[in-house]
């Protein structure tokens, strides 16, 4: 790869993106789709021969990175202790939690989650969401919420996020 940075392209809802040749400005759009589960840092090639890196996003929501105390419970697990943790980023679709103890958090578990907002409101929000992937060196949950709770707190956090 090049020393250049990587501009960062955010994917449509019809798996496309949009890319600009930084040389030549010119436009065309280009599908993704087939690279979803591969590497996200890829180098184009331009018809006016310019070659570039470009990150590509496949996120459904853009990620705010935030620093929020947070409890949880691991309704997969017998135990209903409550733990505690940090939110590290948040989005309308769900979040990273970083977890400090020993609790044991596998991929498909269901955690019920409670944190504040540190806005003015300084709101309460209590989530379900399904673990979806683990990084053990960092200790960090990704987690995604249940679509099925239908509370003000899409509200609430789509205000926060914007």
């Not at 930084?22 to 996200?40: A, G, Q, T, Y």
Request: hydrophobic share 35%.
């Amino acid at each position: 790869m090049s020393n250049q940075k990587a501009v960062q392209y955010s994917v449509s809802q019809l798996g496309t993106i949009i890319v600009m040749c930084p040389s030549c400005e010119k436009v065309r759009i280009v599908d993704v789709e087939k690279l979803k589960r591969k590497k996200h840092c890829v180098q184009v090639r331009c018809s006016c021969g310019k070659i570039f890196p470009i990150q590509i996003d496949f996120r459904q929501s853009s990620r705010k990175k935030v620093h929020l105390y947070a409890e949880y419970v691991n309704d997969s697990q017998y135990t209903r202790k409550m733990r505690t943790g940090i939110v590290a980023d948040l989005s309308l679709g769900g979040l990273a939690l970083n977890i400090y103890d020993d609790q044991v958090v596998r991929l498909h578990d269901t955690l019920r989650v409670v944190f504040r907002l540190d806005n003015q409101q300084n709101r309460e929000i209590q989530k379900r969401m399904k673990v979806v992937h683990l990084d053990s060196k960092k200790r960090r949950v990704g987690c995604k919420f249940e679509r099925a709770e239908k509370r003000n707190h899409d509200t609430m956090l789509r205000g926060y996020l914007c």
